[in-house]
Nanobody
Framework: QVQLVESGGGLVQTGGSLRLSCAHS????????MGWFRQASGKEREIVAA????????YYADSVKGRFTISRDNAKNTLYLQMNSLKPDDTAVYYC?????????????WGQGTLVTVSS
């Protein structure tokens, strides 16, 4: 069973930056498009960014476009999310998983996520 371990969250002021990492436990990482998701308190989980298996193609939700950058290192089985110009609305638990838009909805078991809190 694949394990996903997110890290890098924390408390940051408005306008600050954080870099999230997601460690994938299997060599199959390089074969799949991946995404970053977030779930704010009382809201549904939403995808905020995605990247193709090779890294050549990316997707961003309108709410983060121009501020977040998704990347991956297939040699390290690791997915990244660089978050700049953070806003209080970005406060959420962030998760990584397969890109369901590519897999037809299939997902790995969710990791524990990493909490990002942006203070105003």
């Amino acid at each position: 069973q694949v394990q996903l371990v997110e890290s890098g969250g924390g408390l940051v002021q408005t306008g600050g930056s954080l870099r999230l990492s997601c460690a994938h436990s299997s060599r199959t990482f390089s074969k799949y498009a991946m995404g970053w998701f977030r779930q704010a308190s009382g809201k549904e989980r939403e995808i905020v960014a995605a990247i193709s298996y090779s890294g050549s193609s990316t997707y961003y939700a309108d709410s983060v476009k121009g501020r977040f950058t998704i990347s991956r290192d297939n040699a390290k089985n690791t997915l990244y999310l660089q978050m700049n110009s953070l806003k209080p609305d970005d406060t959420a638990v962030y998760y990584c998983n397969l890109d369901p838009r590519v897999t037809g909805g299939s997902l790995e078991v969710w990791g524990q996520g990493t909490l990002v809190t942006v203070s105003s």
